[in-house]
């Protein structure tokens, strides 16, 4: 049957010129200082059908564009509250939405690799079920993908990718509609995402006796110049930069290092007070409860977060401050026990013991009513001593106090960096005005240098407990790889209807990339390069797909024919567990599919 295919346009905007007049115009927007400026438009069409229907009906191309876009003569548009509608003047004939065309090669290779991995993971599962509506997911894993291989999480250069590579969607997405896809996904859609993810992790595990799984909480901040987003508030800039924020929670599997949960909060909110509302999240979205230990460094834990999980019945390996009345006391009575020889363990380096005690809490907790702590629970203290963080702080402290004690005495006064070391570590002799270093008070102030406490409701030995607090390295490599490796410091939005569409495809690209990297890690540690005598040391992961993106494939009768995959390129496919690309027909085999 004959068709004509739809005009492949430029994008598009309405801008009304009072109530009388609505042109068409093209545009180009640009990031300049963190900021979307639009810094070329121009005039392509008017809009004609009276003040009543405007900014909708029939378009009026300038003969300008019509000669850059000749198509447009076999059509009469239409603007519509969705877009544009193109009616062939030979009303008979159907209209195709753009797709590739038959013969065109495309970078093929890499795409394949993500896109296998995403159909064998749970979170591939879970946008295929939540977002199959108008093959949003489709969608969605090509600007995942964009974001992993380009490694940017800036639209603008999408275009240019899509029309060299095989993506699982393969229809034209501009930079107007990949910013309406991320204003179509709201609170309620990601929420519906996460409940899928832990319902099918959930069935994963079967129905056993789960084993005991360790997740690793932190947040981070992203700085922004946009004026529009209502989380965006000063507060405590994790990357030192004099912006305003918004603050980004992940809860990682230590285990597989993968994200299982994220939230965005205001960017003055402290890390104190977000740990009862993640609580609450995870039990609301159906997450890991039953034997799973929360991890947590220093900014978390709090005499009320602590409650709140033995209230919740959530355990938990905490880092808490050892200068806390209450754990400083724990402290002092095992100080003598932090230099015995017996309690040194060489594979942490660094002397070692535990302390049972008695947490006292309300089990029942009652806004306004006065808290009792009836309730007991037991609970470990693992305190660590590390000498040569010790020493090293014992170094510092002395070289600082040294010159300012070197400054006064030379010259009666010190610059404004040393002041803090005359008042703490010195002493002035009021008659001779000399001052002198006061040992006592240097001790004092090294007293806790290189001791470190962790609280823990699950863990008893002191050994276990700091490995798995190691490990919350996964969350660290999370926020690295969002951060670093895609280059997600900035959001590179202005409103808040499209943050929230935005930050779970940055999720998902970052998912992807880790699951990438630990892929091949493991094929090196389960010692497979030296069955296959194929080492990754040099390759990273960025590189790894750097090399089958070189895989190419033509579209052809319906399908697509990739070239030969050999050589290195066999093996690299091999290290990551996949099986290399074939010629698939029509449907095919695609992991996902193709549009």
Excluded at 387 to 409: F, T
Aim: hydrophobic share 35%.
């Amino acid at each position: 049957m004959a068709v004509v295919r739809e005009p492949s346009l430029p994008p598009l905007i309405i801008q009304r010129s009072g109530r009388k007049y609505a042109y068409v115009m093209t545009y180009r927007n640009k990031w300049v200082d963190g900021r979307c400026r639009r810094v070329e438009s121009r005039k392509v069409g008017k809009i004609e059908g009276g003040v009543d229907a405007l900014p909708n009906g029939r378009v009026k191309w300038d003969d300008a564009f019509v000669a850059e876009h000749p198509e447009l003569r076999s059509f009469d548009t239409w603007r519509r509250p969705g877009g544009f509608d193109f009616k062939p003047r030979d009303g008979e004939l159907p209209v195709e939405k753009p797709r590739r065309q038959e013969g065109c090669r495309l970078h093929a290779g890499a795409t394949w690799a993500l896109e296998c991995i995403a159909a064998e993971s749970n979170i591939g599962r879970a946008l295929a079920s939540v977002f199959s509506k108008y093959h949003a997911h489709m969608k969605i894993l090509s600007v995942a993908f964009y974001m992993v291989l380009r490694a940017t999480n800036s639209i603008h250069g999408y275009g240019p990718f899509a029309e060299a590579s095989r993506l699982p969607w393969g229809g034209v997405l501009s930079d107007s509609s990949i910013s309406r896809l991320f204003q179509r996904i709201g609170e309620d859609d990601v929420d519906a995402f996460f409940k899928k993810l832990n319902a099918l992790n959930a069935r994963a595990l079967g129905d056993g006796e789960p084993e005991r799984v360790f997740l690793a909480l932190d947040s981070t901040s992203i700085s922004t110049s946009a004026r529009n987003l209502s989380q965006a508030e000063w507060g405590h800039n994790k990357d030192g930069d004099r912006l305003r924020q918004v603050n980004v929670l992940f809860l990682a599997d230590q285990k597989t290092g993968l994200p299982l949960f994220y939230r965005l909060h205001t960017g003055s909110t402290p890390d104190v007070s977000t740990m009862r509302r993640v609580l609450a999240d995870s039990a609301r979205l159906g997450g890991p409860v039953r034997k799973c230990v929360l991890v947590a460094d220093r900014g978390y834990p709090s005499e009320a977060n602590i409650s709140d999980c033995l209230r919740n019945n959530v355990s938990f390996l905490f880092r808490v401050p050892s200068s806390q009345p209450y754990f400083k006391s724990y402290v002092a009575e095992v100080r003598g026990e932090l230099s015995d020889a017996n309690n040194y363990n060489d594979y942490i380096g660094q002397f070692a013991t535990t302390v049972e005690a008695d947490w006292r809490y309300d089990g029942f907790e009652v806004d306004g009513k006065r808290t009792v702590r009836r309730d007991r629970a037991r609970v470990w203290l693992h305190i660590y001593y590390n000498p040569g963080i010790h020493e090293d702080a014992r170094n510092v402290l002395l070289a600082n106090a040294s010159r300012a004690r070197d400054q006064y005495n030379a010259r009666g006064s010190v610059e404004d960096g040393y002041k803090s070391f005359i008042e703490s570590c010195c002493t002035i002799d009021n008659e001779t005005n000399v001052a002198a270093i006061d040992n006592r008070k240097v001790e004092k102030m090294l007293e806790n240098r290189g001791v470190a406490v962790l609280i823990s409701d699950e863990i008893k030995d002191p050994i276990d407990a700091w490995l798995h607090y190691a490990d919350r390295g996964a969350v660290e490599q999370a926020f690295h790889t969002l951060k670093s490796r895609l280059a997600c410091d900035r959001f590179r939005v202005s409103k808040d209807r499209s943050l929230t569409g935005k930050m779970l495809v940055q999720f998902v690209a970052t998912s992807l990339l880790i699951m990438v990297r630990r892929r091949l890690a493991d094929y090196e540690r389960f010692r497979k390069s030296r069955q296959d005598k194929f080492r990754l040391v040099s390759l990273s992961d960025q590189t790894v797909l750097e090399y089958l993106h070189n895989v190419m494939a033509k579209k052809i009768d319906g399908g697509w024919l990739f070239d030969e995959v050999t050589g290195r390129n066999r093996r690299l496919y091999a290290a990551l567990g996949i099986k290399p690309p074939v010629t698939a027909g029509d449907g095919g085999n695609f992991p996902i599919g193709s549009a």
